[in-house]
T-cell receptor
């Protein structure tokens, strides 16, 4: 595709519900990153995939957060038992590979937990 | 781990003036420093980046300087225009950590016409 695509663009859910956020990286990009951006702050790293495997998940805040990338392309970020503090914009980025620094971002999913 | 601090948090300039945003980083092994521009509700867009083997890089009205000894880098925008108004983020990364980006808190730049 032309760029990193994220769906949905907006997600409103109730406290305690389960949500899935999808990221479709640039075709051919093997590295994929998830970040979380709270209002008025810079993006914060959550998890990094190289191919199908999670190479670094040190940024996931707790075990309610999980991400997969089963075929090395599309990734899904899953949040269980959502809390109001999970409300933020979830950004996905991709790069050509582990030796390529430049990351291209999607427009994000704005998650609102009521 | 890496920590990136960014100043100022807000910056107002008159159209045509220059704007400078400064960042410091803590991890001397970081070797890649991008700057992203983010307009309201839009995706962060890379505007310029610099690697640790150079001290300065320019692209038209935008330049970035890096001082590895002092561990700081700066974004310079000359001849500012209203469309430069946005939030600017600096970041740092190192390949050993998968090039994950550590961002500063951002600078809101307002260019007054």
């Amino acid at each position: 595709g032309a760029g990193v695509s994220q769906t949905p663009s907006n997600k409103v859910t109730e406290k305690g519900k389960y949500v899935e956020l999808r990221c479709d990286p640039i075709s051919g990009h093997t590295a994929l990153y998830w970040y979380r951006q709270s209002l008025g702050q810079g993006p914060e790293f959550l998890i990094y995939f190289q191919g199908t495997g999670a190479a670094d998940d040190s940024g996931l805040p707790n075990d309610r957060f999980f991400a997969v990338r089963p075929e090395g392309s599309v990734s899904t970020l899953k949040i269980q038992r959502t809390e109001r503090g999970d409300s933020a914009v979830y950004l996905c980025a991709s790069s050509q590979g582990p030796l390529e620094n430049i990351q291209y971002f999607g427009a994000g999913t704005r998650l609102s937990v009521l | 781990g890496e920590n990136v601090e960014q100043h100022p948090s807000t910056l107002s300039v008159q159209e045509g003036d220059s704007a400078v945003i400064k960042c410091t980083y803590s991890d001397s092994a970081s070797n890649y420093f991008p700057w992203y521009k983010q307009e309201l509700g839009k995706r962060p867009q890379l505007i310029i980046d610099i690697r640790s083997n150079v001290g300065e890089k320019k692209d038209q009205r935008i330049a970035v300087t890096l001082n590895k000894t002092a561990k700081h880098f700066s974004l310079h925008i000359t001849e500012t225009q209203p469309e430069d108004s946005a939030v600017y983020f600096c970041a740092a990364s190192r390949p050993e950590y998968g090039n994950k980006l550590v961002f500063g808190a951002g600078t809101i730049l307002r260019v007054k016409s």
